[in-house]
């Protein structure tokens, strides 16, 4: 049953798309019209992320730019870990 807003979009498809949609929508419980729906909505959705640019604030712009510049605090781990050898420079004895 269409809804007063729905608007039908008509697609020309190969017997072999038609049949790959069929199973697909099968493996989710779905109608194939379902299916199409939601990974069309999901396409749509990707494609409009992918280029989208960020808006914040210009106080929210302006504590980003202070986080991204101040200097950055070593981190005790990854310096520990800088200083040990790598395994193939130990001593072979020692392995």
């Not at 020309?12 to 493996?27: H, N």
């Not at 419980?29 to 069309?40: I, K, L, M, P």
């Amino acid at each position: 049953m269409r809804s007063p807003n729905s608007v039908a979009i008509h697609l020309q498809l190969t017997e072999l798309e038609v049949a790959l949609i069929a199973r697909a929508a099968s493996l989710h419980g779905q109608s194939r019209t379902a299916f199409v729906r939601a990974a069309a909505k999901q396409a749509a959705a990707d494609a409009l992320n992918d280029g989208s640019s960020r808006r914040m604030s210009a106080e929210a712009f302006e504590a980003f730019t202070r986080a991204v510049s101040a200097p950055a605090a070593p981190v005790p781990e990854m310096l520990a870990s800088l200083r040990r050898k790598a395994p193939w420079e130990q001593d072979p004895v020692k392995r």
